[in-house]
Nanobody
């Protein structure tokens, strides 16, 4: 069982940056691949980024490549999402999720989810 708590969301102007954190409970955090997803009002939840258990393999949605960076600190049971050059279209609730095995971009393969943190980018 893994419990996830996101933090770091907020209101930022276009072009600004935010760093989201996802703190995980449990001593088996390092066994899980982690993903970041987002959901804007009226839209389906979509993949943003993922990272494998050791942190040496990452994957990104095309829409965030070159702007967002996912990382993890297994000693702190935390995964991060550094978001730079934010745009209004990045406005959404951001969720972290955990799964065993390799990272994936599909929401339905992730077993554990956080409650989400709101990111709002003003133009």
């Amino acid at each position: 069982q893994v419990q996830l708590v996101e933090s770091g969301g907020g209101l930022v102007q276009a072009g600004g940056s935010l760093r989201l954190s996802c703190a995980a409970s449990g001593r088996t955090f390092s066994r899980y691949a982690m993903g970041w997803f987002r959901q804007a009002p009226g839209k389906e939840r979509e993949f943003v980024a993922a990272i494998n258990w050791s942190g040496d393999s990452t994957d990104y949605a095309d829409s965030v490549k070159g702007r967002f960076t996912v990382s993890r600190d297994n000693a702190r049971n935390t995964v991060y999402l550094q978001m730079n050059s934010l745009q209004p279209e990045d406005t959404a609730v951001y969720y972290c999720a955990a799964k065993s095995g390799v990272p994936a971009s599909n929401t339905y393969v992730y077993a554990y989810w956080g409650q989400g943190t709101q990111v709002t980018v003003s133009s």
